[in-house]
């Protein structure tokens, strides 16, 4: 399984995936992911970490409660669906990263 693999250079390699994965990760934070929802009528938008960052909703909606709940409660599950997706990518990639440990040759 591990022939072919320099034992004494396993420290360096680990060492090596873990700053791409912190690499990885401060990248995603960075990210902001907007979501619109009743035509644009509510703009949410998230950072890679899914906090809420920003929020924009038209003075239409102002006076109709029921709507504005429903199209906010839209807009930021998909903006915190768009970060967290990101996220779960991020993590696979980093992953995959890891796999020449079981090709081969």
Known sequence: MFEGLDMSKLGNMLKE???KAQAMNSEAEAQTYT???G??????SANGKAELIDLEIDDSLLTDKS???VLLVSA???ALKMANSAKEQAAFEMVGQLMPFGKRG
């Open 17 to 19: 995936v873990q700053d």
């Open 35 to 37: 979501a619109k929802s």
């Open 39 to 44: 035509g644009g009528l509510i703009k949410v």
């Open 67 to 69: 709507s504005l709940i």
């Open 76 to 78: 930021a599950n998909d």
